[in-house]
């Protein structure tokens, strides 16, 4: 069973690639342009520019002024929104398909003619950092799971957050804001995907007219070192003004392109998802933890490069978080020594099936699964082996995963210490 198009693949000589999936069940369509530019692509001393440019983006071009963007596609029936990730930025409108012209032509206007000034760059840096502030610093674990990634990486870049750290905002420059967007933002550094009501020819010819002039880039020079393999267990206690303890621990698991990492979801899916999952009925449902999760993202989302596995716990008032945090390992330890059953299998698969297949119903999101496996992996036809994948599962692959990725040397923790706000005070300035 797939619901996905066939989609059409075209490539400008300016180095544009382009996926097209037909679909004229409704007169609306879903455009997208995804960018290779995320918090992987940055170095110290610029981290947090990815995120800082998703919202430079909408400050206005010579013919489009600030803000005005996002007026002109919702005045015309449209949605749209961006965001970034470690691997990704990217754009999107939802419009009627009569309008499509008006995305294709807004979005190549500001890949090629933004306005970045001095001005918009201090006004946004404080946005970010007032983001980052409300985000991070000022909700109970924002900076617990900053310190988790930091912890578990030594090398690579994905041990600072997307949004950056706030030292790095301070110090960004207009000059680094000008040579990031001329290499970043071009068109052979992109992918645009068109899914709904729109021929491939009237796709190609847009794509062209708008985008076809515009000069390639050269390609960002990026030395990104692999991580060592982790030999033992690292450990870290982050003491803040709190009203619960918790910890959160993450293993080292593949990127994208491993089918390990499905099995991974599904491992997740068995300790987690749901009232019935092995967590809440051990952890939960007997009131010893507010909540315990594991999660190791899904597709399009997982991570381009290795990433992280994490399994944290919130525990409830008056448990023992060592003990809770003992008892869950031992739950892990279950999953290694024995076979899940076929019918908890059988859940887990129905329930990350029925997800994925539940989001296929949009343009939208068929647009994000080619586009991102495209920016991701350089081949966006994996995502019809998806569905299949799963059903494809047992429970020794289930075991097998368990056994290879969540062990103690392979696992980085950091607990989270409630402290009073006196002591708090004592610490210095969270940033």
Same mark, same amino acid.
């Given at each position: 069973?797939?619901?996905?198009?066939?989609?059409?693949?075209?490539?400008?000589?300016?180095?544009?690639?382009?996926?097209? %999936?037909?679909?004229?069940?409704?007169?609306?369509?879903?455009?997208?342009?995804?960018?290779?530019?995320?918090?992987?692509?940055?170095?110290?001393?610029?981290?947090?520019?990815?995120?800082?440019?998703?919202?430079?983006?909408?400050?206005?071009?010579?013919?489009?002024?600030?803000?005005?963007?996002?007026?002109?596609?919702?005045?015309?029936? %449209?949605?749209?929104?961006?965001?970034?990730?470690?691997?990704?930025?990217?754009?999107?409108?939802?419009?009627?398909?009569?309008?499509?012209?008006?995305?294709?032509?807004?979005?190549?206007?500001?890949?090629?003619?933004?306005?970045?000034?001095?001005?918009?760059?201090?006004?946004?840096?404080?946005?970010?950092?007032?983001?980052?502030?409300?985000?991070?610093?000022?909700?109970?674990?924002?900076?617990?799971?900053?310190?988790?990634?930091?912890?578990?990486?030594?090398?690579?870049?994905?041990?600072?957050?997307?949004?950056?750290?706030?030292?790095?905002?301070?110090?960004?420059?207009?000059?680094?804001?000008?040579?990031?967007?001329?290499?970043?933002?071009?068109?052979?550094?992109?992918?645009?995907?068109?899914?709904?009501?729109?021929?491939?020819?009237?796709?190609?010819?847009?794509?062209?007219?708008?985008?076809?002039?515009?000069?390639?880039?050269?390609?960002?020079?990026?030395?990104?070192?692999?991580?060592?393999?982790?030999?033992?267990?690292?450990?870290?206690?982050?003491?803040?003004?709190?009203?619960?303890?918790?910890?959160?621990?993450?293993?080292?698991?593949?990127?994208?392109?491993?089918?390990?990492?499905?099995?991974?979801?599904?491992?997740?899916?068995?300790?987690?998802? %749901?009232?019935?999952?092995?967590?809440?009925?051990?952890?939960?449902?007997?009131?010893?933890?507010?909540?315990?999760?594991?999660?190791?993202?899904?597709?399009?989302?997982?991570?381009?490069?290795?990433?992280? +596995?994490?399994?944290?716990?919130?525990?409830?008032?008056?448990?023992?978080?060592?003990?809770?945090?003992?008892?869950?390992?031992?739950?892990?330890?279950?999953?290694?020594?024995?076979?899940?059953?076929?019918?908890?299998?059988?859940?887990?698969?129905?329930?990350?099936?029925?997800?994925?297949?539940?989001?296929?119903?949009?343009?939208?999101?068929? %647009?994000?699964?080619?586009?991102?496996?495209?920016?991701?992996?350089?081949?966006?036809?994996?995502?019809?082996?998806?569905?299949?994948?799963?059903?494809?599962?047992?429970?020794?692959?289930?075991?097998?995963?368990?056994?290879?990725?969540?062990?103690?040397?392979?696992?980085?923790?950091?607990?989270?210490?409630?402290?009073?706000?006196?002591?708090?005070?004592?610490?210095?300035? +969270?940033?």
């Amino acid at each position: 069973m797939n619901i996905l198009p066939n989609f059409t693949t075209g490539k400008l000589a300016n180095g544009l690639q382009i996926l097209i %999936g037909e679909d004229h069940t409704l007169p609306v369509v879903s455009y997208q342009v995804h960018f290779a530019a995320g918090s992987r692509y940055e170095r110290p001393g610029l981290t947090g520019i990815s995120h800082l440019f998703e919202h430079m983006m909408f400050k206005g071009t010579k013919e489009v002024g600030p803000e005005e963007f996002s007026r002109i596609i919702q005045a015309n029936g %449209g949605t749209l929104n961006a965001f970034t990730t470690t691997d990704n930025t990217s754009y999107y409108e939802n419009l009627p398909s009569a309008k499509l012209e008006l995305a294709v032509r807004l979005e190549a206007d500001r890949l090629q003619n933004l306005q970045i000034t001095q001005q918009t760059l201090e006004t946004e840096r404080e946005v970010v950092r007032s983001e980052r502030k409300l985000r991070a610093v000022n909700t109970p674990f924002g900076l617990l799971i900053e310190q988790l990634f930091a912890l578990a990486y030594e090398k690579h870049p994905y041990r600072w957050p997307v949004i950056g750290w706030d030292y790095d905002l301070k110090n960004l420059t207009l000059e680094d804001c000008l040579e990031y967007y001329r290499l970043f933002y071009a068109p052979n550094n992109a992918v645009v995907v068109m899914v709904g009501d729109v021929s491939a020819e009237q796709a190609y010819r847009l794509v062209e007219k708008y985008y076809g002039s515009m000069p390639p880039q050269p390609r960002p020079r990026l030395v990104i070192p692999p991580e060592n393999t982790q030999r033992g267990e690292k450990r870290a206690i982050f003491k803040k003004v709190a009203q619960v303890s918790a910890f959160f621990a993450g293993f080292h698991v593949p990127g994208i392109n491993h089918p390990d990492l499905l099995a991974l979801e599904m491992l997740c899916a068995v300790l987690a998802a %749901g009232r019935s999952s092995r967590f809440f009925e051990k952890f939960e449902k007997p009131g010893q933890a507010v909540e315990v999760r594991a999660e190791v993202g899904s597709p399009p989302f997982f991570t381009m490069d290795p990433g992280l +596995l994490q399994i944290y716990a919130i525990a409830a008032p008056g448990t023992c978080l060592a003990t809770l945090e003992t008892e869950i390992w031992r739950e892990v330890e279950n999953l290694k020594e024995q076979l899940i059953g076929d019918a908890e299998l059988m859940k887990a698969k129905k329930q990350l099936r029925a997800a994925l297949l539940r989001n296929m119903q949009t343009n939208f999101f068929k %647009g994000l699964l080619a586009g991102l496996y495209q920016i991701k992996t350089g081949n966006f036809q994996q995502i019809y082996a998806l569905l299949s994948a799963y059903a494809e599962i047992t429970p020794a692959d289930i075991q097998r995963v368990a056994r290879k990725y969540l062990r103690a040397e392979n696992r980085t923790v950091v607990t989270l210490v409630p402290v009073s706000q006196r002591e708090h005070e004592t610490l210095g300035e +969270l940033a």
